[in-house]
């Protein structure tokens, strides 16, 4: 089993920059990779990025890539999405998630344990 909790989501205004964090708790940390994802009102859950168990790699969705650094410390069990040049159309929840090992994946129902998200509002 694994516990995941988000926090850092608020207000921000357009331009501006955020970091989530998600702490976990559980299995191994260092076992499994981590991604985020994020949910806007009535629109599907959408992959943001991923990191590997060791942090060494990380792929992004291209809508975000460039503005937002997946980045893990292993020994805090936390994962972090840096998120800057914020638009008004990342208005989401954000999640973190974990599967059930390491590797990248991008849909959501490759996913086993999820945090209760975090709400991220940018005003333009």
């Known amino acids: 089993q694994v516990q995941l909790v988000e926090s850092g989501g608020g207000l921000v205004q357009a331009g501006g920059s955020l970091r989530l964090s998600c702490a976990a708790s559980?299995?191994?940390?260092?076992?499994?990779?981590m991604g985020w994802f994020r949910q806007a009102p009535g629109k599907e859950r959408e992959f943001v990025g991923a990191?590997?168990?060791?942090?060494?790699?990380?792929d992004y969705a291209d809508a975000v890539t460039g503005r937002i650094t997946i980045s893990r410390d292993n020994a805090k069990n936390t994962v972090y999405l840096q998120m800057n040049s914020l638009k008004p159309e990342d208005t989401a929840v954000y999640y973190c998630?974990?599967?059930?090992?390491?590797?990248?994946?991008?849909?959501?129902?490759?996913?086993?344990?999820w945090g209760q998200g975090t709400q991220v509002t940018v005003s333009s």
């Open positions: 998630a974990a599967p059930r090992s390491d590797g990248y994946y991008y849909r959501p129902q490759d996913y086993t344990y």
């Open positions: 559980g299995r191994t940390f260092s076992s499994y990779s």
């Open positions: 990191i590997t168990r060791s942090g060494l790699s990380t």
